[in-house]
């Protein structure tokens, strides 16, 4: 994870309070869970949308990024929720303006993009934070405490869900940069690089793209970490029926199984008790503690994989799919 310090950025050294924050893009992610956590941080409040669409009842809306940053001087932090391919141009303007801006996940459509922007928040002094939501989920601390000196054996990573459930009408995902099945892997991608200590490297992938799509629809993955460790990871959009977010990781000593997307652990069988404040309130504090340290947090190797399975990946052609 990378971590650098702002050169001083306003909010540095004092706790936020109730600081006005703007939310861009606002679709299914900022109404499901950006609106409510920031509703219930004490750090922030909602004092601003950018939708093209309309925003939301009661909260000043601005048509464009470029609007925001010169009706609202006073608006310091951004948190943008758009898909990944537009949000490069919006993050730039924003960090080239001075302001802390938060990135939904992936932070970017590239590898590249994101360095850039994070080189760009380095000069301007101000915070960037690439988001991975599913590392705030109740069980992953635990699991990387759990993990912190084991010797890993395998890591199965199995994530298979209903494309047709979960992103119903969202045709960027078939667009190129919309990473297909990588949408929802790549969370899993972000439980295993922050849980595993010893980084590994992509050594062969198999990826399935629909005959009428940009982005596959599953994806097989395997990786290589050190001592003869291996990953194994599955991901598949076609899956009905029950779904499946697991990651079972088999060490010298025993066996740890996160489920539920990281929400639920087992250690050895026996079920953990894990808490912590949810996902996306999780985020939001912890961008104000960034802010308030004149830190960011940019750690792009769960998309550096997924950046290495297009490289090295193997490409089948499967059925057309069709909404
Ligand atoms: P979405 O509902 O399809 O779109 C989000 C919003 O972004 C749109 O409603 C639109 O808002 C804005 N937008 C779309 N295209 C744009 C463009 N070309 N330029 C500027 N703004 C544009 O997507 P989503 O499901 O919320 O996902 C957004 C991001 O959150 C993705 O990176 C995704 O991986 C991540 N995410 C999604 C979920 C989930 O369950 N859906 C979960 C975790 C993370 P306006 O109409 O307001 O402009």
Redesign the pocket.
Known sequence: MTVTRGAGAGGVGRQLVSEPIAL??????????HIPAIASSGAFHLAA???????IDDVENHA?VADLLTARPDINVLSL???????FD?ATAALAAGKHVML???PGATVSEVLKLERLARAKGVTLFATW?SREAAGVAQARAHLRDAQIKHVQIDWKEDVRR??PG?D??WQAGG?GVF?PG??ALSIMTAIVPNPVHLTDATLSFPENRDTPIAADLSFAGPAGMTVDAAFDWRQEGPQSWNITVDTTVGQLRLTDGGATLHIDGMAQTCEGPGEYPGLYHRFAELIEAGQSDVDISPLQHVADAFMLGRRTTVAAFHD
């Open positions: 861009l893009g606002i679709g299914k992610i900022a109404r499901d869970q949308t950018v939708s093209r669409s309309g925003g464009d929720c758009m898909p990944p391919v537009p949000r919006i939904e996940k992936p939501h979960w992103h969202q960027w995902i990473l949408d790549i969370n």
